[in-house]
């Protein structure tokens, strides 16, 4: 098999979630290794647990403080382009998984400048303007994969699908021969599901 060629990998995040940063740190590793371009796009675990009737009244307020960096995300996007979301992702889950920084303003803030843009951008968190953009975004993802899914959406050509879901995320090889497994996999026609419990939380290093 050539690995010569350039391959276009669609990710859909949400930057609050600890799970889509791994797979991200994955992708990303494995794009050291083999010629890939990952275009990022924004998904929503707002969006996709609106509506819930059987989540309890602390996690909607989780899911509303969640919100606020995919805003800020959008913002940045609509202002510069979608070709910052890389940068200002990984500027974001740094300080939101590897620092345990809060979610509010002040992390926001630091996450912008330090990936070179416009640290007012941070002023987004809170508002609704950008949500039409985060929905539109979260409904191409979603309906690439269904809703009985979370964040991320990996995308590969007409290939999509949820995941991995991996904890820590390999690294050399290892990186690739999942990559290469998790392509075969989601390639076969008619496969839909490959799932385990979880038995360890987020391991980050």
Same mark, same amino acid.
């Given at each position: 098999m050539r690995h010569d060629a350039p391959t276009t990998v669609d990710f859909w995040f949400d930057p609050t979630c600890p799970w889509a940063w791994m797979t991200s740190r994955w992708v990303l590793d494995v794009a050291r290794r083999r010629p890939l371009r990952v275009r990022w796009h924004?998904?929503?675990?707002?969006?996709?647990?609106?509506?819930?009737? %059987? $989540?309890?009244? *602390?996690?909607?307020? %989780? $899911?509303?403080? *969640?919100?606020?960096?995919?805003?800020?995300?959008?913002?940045?996007a609509e202002r510069y382009g979608p070709g910052v979301l890389e940068g200002l992702y990984t500027e974001l889950g740094t300080r939101l998984h590897l620092q345990g920084a809060p979610q509010e303003g002040a992390t926001y803030a630091a996450a912008l400048a330090a990936a070179g843009l416009d640290a007012g951008l941070a002023g987004a968190a809170g508002s609704q303007r950008w949500d039409d953009a985060v929905r539109a975004s979260h409904g191409e993802a979603v309906g690439r994969v269904g809703t009985e899914v979370g964040t991320p959406v990996v995308a590969v050509g007409d290939v999509a699908f949820f995941g991995p879901v991996v904890s820590p995320a390999p690294r050399g090889e290892a990186a690739v021969r999942l990559w290469d497994g998790v392509l075969a996999v989601a390639a076969t026609d008619g496969f839909f599901e490959l799932k385990r419990t979880r038995t360890r939380g987020p391991v980050f290093t």
């Open positions: 924004l998904m929503s675990l707002t969006v996709l647990n609106e509506g819930r009737g %059987d $989540l309890p009244e *602390r996690w909607h307020r %989780d $899911l509303a403080v *969640r919100m606020e960096s995919v805003r800020v995300c959008a913002a940045a």
